[in-house]
């Protein structure tokens, strides 16, 4: 298991470093990232874009990005639709969201005959490193399915749990995330916790993954409340994946650990034939870079979309 995101990029560097390639890649912080993630984890970057735009950042911010190639496409939607279309050929091994709209990027992604799915939910996983708790935190989703039923929950726990063992973390502790631990038919996310619980317990999600729920937030990552409470669980304050009962509990959540905390953290989608990173323009060039990182890891154990 890995302590922080520099262990993940110096496992990235023993391995074959693939090739990014980058949809709408006119942000400062974003090249300043790919400046770094080039020079250490990857052999190759694309940028997809306006060359004008681009290069009049690189100079006027000191970025180096002689050694990227530059795909001039003027349009972002072709930009998304030439970004996928390099992954599918082979030439890309993972592909990251520029200085473009989401939506606009998605349906690229998800376009049935040029796109990258496999007939899999996309969920957003984000992987955080906060002081106060003693390993890396899982988060899904807090950025793609506004309100997931729990055919939804189950996709989720699918991506977290193969994105998770990818990374090592044996055995899978999942919690699903709610306000109290008893089932309450007025409460929803207490509802379908216990319906994932149930199916864990079936080893639906397979043998190493354990399903907890409905358990609240202060039980999940704080062994000391769950015996002060008296809750006994494999998963009481040792949480690996916490499943998130809607998106604003873990979009809210995210900010929390990211603005207040001071967290590290990462950003993958998954669910497609490679890894995607989604990252917001308000993230740091510090979270940037760990959702490169993390993207480079998994591209090199998931193999590309030919493969």
Do not use: W
């Amino acid at each position: 298991m890995f302590n922080n995101y520099s262990e993940i990029g110096e496992a990235v560097t023993t391995g074959i470093k693939g090739t990014l390639v980058v949809a709408a890649a006119e942000e400062s912080d974003l090249l300043k990232a790919l400046a770094t993630a080039g020079e250490h984890y990857l052999e190759k970057v694309i940028l997809v874009g306006d060359p004008h735009t681009i290069n009049t950042i690189s100079e006027n911010d000191g970025i180096d990005i002689s050694q990227m190639e530059i795909v001039a496409v003027s349009d972002q939607a072709a930009a998304c639709e030439k970004a996928v279309a390099l992954v599918r050929q082979g030439q890309a091994d993972f592909i990251m969201k520029g200085l473009v709209d989401t939506s606009i990027f998605l349906k690229a992604v998800i376009n049935k005959a040029d796109g990258l799915m496999i007939g899999r939910l996309l969920s957003s996983i984000m992987m955080v490193k906060i002081a106060t708790y003693h390993k890396f935190l899982i988060l899904s989703d807090g950025g793609m399915i506004i309100e997931p039923d729990l055919e939804k929950k189950k996709g989720i726990i699918h991506n977290a749990v193969e994105f998770s063992r990818l990374l090592g973390i044996q055995p899978v502790k999942v919690g699903c995330l709610a306000a109290k631990e008893k089932v309450n038919p007025k409460m929803p996310a207490t509802v379908d916790a216990a319906a994932l619980k149930q199916l864990s317990l079936d080893k639906y999600f397979g043998d190493d993954v354990i399903v907890e729920g409905p358990i609240a937030m202060d039980l999940l990552v704080s062994k000391k409340a769950a015996l002060v409470k008296g809750y006994v669980s494999e998963v009481a304050g040792d949480v690996d994946v916490i499943v998130m009962p809607n998106i604003e509990t873990g979009n809210a959540i995210i900010k929390v650990m990211t603005h207040l905390g001071n967290a590290q953290l990462g950003g993958i989608v998954m669910g497609a034939c490679v890894p995607i990173i989604l990252t917001s323009r308000s993230d740091s060039y510090e979270n940037k870079l760990n959702s490169i990182i993390l993207g480079a890891f998994l591209s090199q154990k998931m193999g590309n979309c030919q493969k």
